[in-house]
């Protein structure tokens, strides 16, 4: 049964790098028709995309955040990762990572998610 | 960007009663490979969200059958044949056809 897990950080300073790993278990990060991404929500507000990497390292971002985010893969430690930088009170949400098979088109596995709160 | 509206945002149901929700895309969500990569997710309360529907009516392993999808083009809708209590919480569509995929704003589910 593959699973994701979100780590890091909960609390980031204002104008500070957010930075969360994804850790993949049960299955291979490296294998053709899956891309991963993370997705965020905003306490009380619905979801946003930030982005996504496919097994051949190839990233798609939000054009809101592409300025700021970079997504990366480890495929050593199964482990997918997303850095956010000069952050502000308004980056402060639950961060999800999740797998999309090409096949199906939609996000059929997800982290728990973990809060990030951006504050002094 | 492809923008996804959802009607309505709040919808009070009687359990055991059908109950619909709409989602309607700015553009086509017909993709250049033929695929329609509409898709839906359930929120609970607490907890992360969860497909139910992809490609506009394909119900993914272990949804119950009570849900179903359909639409073509710009038009979608996820029907509950009969609400029950577990199917109370948020509901969003949601379009990977094209870069940067975007989400419906969300509709709550309520009991009434």
Known sequence: ?120 | DIVMTQTPLSSPVTLGQPASISCRSSQSLVHSDGNTYLSWLQQRPGQPPRLLIYKISNRFSGVPDRFSGGGTGTDFTLKFSRVEAEDVGLYYCMQATQFPYTFGQGTKLEVK
Request: with cysteine; glycine share 12%.
């Open chain 1, 1 to 120: 049964q593959l699973q994701l897990q979100e780590s890091g950080p909960g609390l980031v300073k204002p104008s500070e790098t957010l930075s969360l790993t994804c850790t993949v278990s049960g299955g291979s990060i490296s294998i053709s028709g899956y891309s991963w991404g993370w997705i965020r929500q905003p306490p009380g507000k619905g979801l946003e995309w930030i982005g996504t990497i496919f097994y051949s390292g190839n990233t798609y971002y939000n054009p809101s955040l592409e300025s700021r985010v970079t997504i990366s893969v480890d495929t050593s430690k199964n482990q997918f990762s997303l850095k956010l930088n000069s952050v502000t009170a308004a980056d402060t949400a639950v961060y999800y990572c999740a797998r999309r098979p090409w096949v199906l088109g939609g996000h059929d596995q997800w982290g728990q998610g973990t809060l990030v709160t951006v504050s002094s």
